[in-house]
T-cell receptor, first 113, second 115 residues
Framework: DQQVKQNSPSLSVQEGRISILNCDYTNSMFDYFLWYKKYPAEGPTFLISISSIKDKNEDGRFTVFLNKSAKHLSLHIVPSQPGDSAVYFCAASPNQAGTALIFGKGTTLSVSS | KAGVTQTPRYLIKTRGQQVTLSCSPISGHRSVSWYQQTPGQGLQFLFEYFSETQRNKGNFPGRFSGRQFSNSRSEMNVSTLELGDSALYLC??????????????FGEGSRLTVL
């Protein structure tokens, strides 16, 4: 039973446009939500996070939105750049320490120039 | 600051054997977590160690075990290997003081192939 779902395996966007990656979850008790980015042959790297008590967090070109009633979060990348091409993982933590992360299966983003 | 180091990077084993993977966390990080990445299941949490104690455990059989040493270095062991254990095993460390909750620093992983 998947607690964190990324229903789109892939997304293609043109450079300069907005990329929107989506994630759904089932457990309303999750405390933190995070996005990680992974390039081939590298480990995932932390991108941005949001606490369950907030509905938006912004960091430069990256914004994460949380809709608790819909159990949905999304990552917006504006403007998208070719270097953003990677696999993006949504993750949720069941505790306030942010450990024991539960990951979605990832969305491969391709940004073309 | 050196990153998370995992050894070996690649290894091939046969069914029934056992394997030990090693992880050196970022200096000063006391929490070490292990994840299994497979194409079908994505990234799955195995366990987390903090100050030599297992603090959290994922839903994996008892063939998967780990430990942490006093210098925070960690090892994980898989006994009686099965074909389905073929995966990328990722180690991640995190700071126990300050930092962003959930911000893990991952190593490049150990790619295990079971034949």
């Amino acid at each position: 039973d998947q607690q964190v779902k990324q229903n789109s395996p892939s997304l293609s966007v043109q450079e300069g446009r907005i990329s929107i990656l989506n994630c759904d979850y089932t457990n309303s008790m999750f405390d933190y939500f995070l996005w990680y980015k992974k390039y081939p042959a590298e480990g995932p790297t932390f991108l941005i996070s949001i606490s369950s008590i907030k509905d938006k967090n912004e960091d430069g070109r990256f914004t994460v939105f949380l809709n608790k009633s819909a159990k949905h979060l999304s990552l917006h990348i504006v403007p998208s750049q070719p270097g953003d091409s990677a696999v993006y993982f949504c993750a949720a933590s069941p505790n306030q320490a942010g450990t024991a992360l539960i990951f979605g299966k990832g969305t491969t983003l391709s940004v073309s120039s | 600051k050196a990153g998370v180091t995992q050894t070996p990077r690649y290894l091939i084993k046969t069914r029934g054997q056992q394997v030990t993977l090693s992880c050196s966390p970022i200096s000063g990080h006391r929490s070490v977590s292990w994840y299994q990445q497979t194409p079908g299941q994505g990234l799955q949490f195995l366990f987390e160690y903090f100050s030599e104690t297992q603090r959290n455990k994922g839903n994996f059989p008892g063939r998967f075990s780990g430990r942490q040493f006093s210098n925070s270095r960690s090892e994980m062991n898989v006994s009686t290997l099965e074909l389905g254990d073929s995966a990328l095993y990722l180690c991640a460390s995190s700071s126990s003081t300050g930092g962003v909750p959930g911000e893990l620093f991952f190593g490049e992983g150990s790619r295990l192939t079971v034949l």
